[in-house]
């Protein structure tokens, strides 16, 4: 049902950086902020982002989100063995009334 | 810091009605700026939003299981609950309950329950 659309992988060197991509249309991303979170192996996702570009209390600043027309990016730099972990993009979408994820990144640390 | 707990069956039979409870501590579930959400994950799969209860007690659903499901509270023992009918083996999943913020046009899920694993079969 992803209407919210990611790359499968990505992948970095511990301390470099990375952009994951999240791309929707003009009912989701285009009319309504994106948030993003990080699910570890084995656990619950974890809020990482809110409102395009907010990081919640706890969150580290290596982190950041940014939003363009109908495309969402999250980048996160200094690249640490423990940032290994899917992560997806979501966003409020007008014609479902509802909640949109995309279909989630997994990020392997080289 | 509020916490969420899913409970309930682990193993549903197909064509039964799944059952799960999702227990909150921490804040009550009548506190008017936030919401009650159930979202899933098949397997290896992505995420997927099931529906919300407001603190008020209404209800929207994901219109791909809006004919199945029913989200409810209990709000004496601080609790909401999914029920799911006629299940299949693409129901399969793990079950997250979760609090569900709103600022501006951002909707978001800010805690977490640590999902409970329901598999279909018979």
């Known amino acids: 049902q992803s209407v919210l659309t990611q790359p499968p992988s990505v992948s970095g060197a511990p301390g470099q950086r990375v952009t994951i991509s999240c791309s929707g249309s003009s009912s989701n991303i285009g009319n309504n902020a994106v948030n993003w979170y990080q699910q570890l192996p084995g656990e619950a996702p974890k809020l990482l982002i809110y409102?395009?570009?907010l990081l919640p209390s706890g969150i580290s600043a290596r982190f950041s989100g940014s939003k363009s027309g109908t495309s969402a990016s999250l980048a996160i730099r200094d690249l640490l063995s423990e940032d290994e972990a899917d992560y997806y993009c979501s966003a409020w979408d007008d014609s479902l009334n509802g909640v949109l994820f995309g279909g989630g990144t997994k990020l392997t640390v080289l | 810091q509020v916490q969420l707990q899913e409970s309930g069956p682990g193993l549903v039979k197909p064509s039964q009605t799944l059952s799960l409870t999702c227990t909150v501590s921490g804040g009550p579930i009548t506190r008017g700026s936030y919401y009650w959400t159930w979202i899933r994950q098949p397997a290896g799969k992505g995420l997927e939003w099931i529906g919300r209860i407001y603190a008020s007690g209404g209800t929207n659903y994901n219109p791909s299981l809006k004919s199945r499901v029913t989200i409810s509270r209990d709000t004496s023992k601080n609790q909401f609950s999914l029920k799911l009918t006629s299940e299949t083996a693409a129901d399969t999943a793990v079950y997250y309950c979760a609090r569900g913020n709103t600022l501006v046009n951002a909707h978001y899920f800010d805690s977490w329950g640590q999902g409970i694993l329901v598999t279909v079969s018979s």
């Open positions: 409102y395009d570009d």
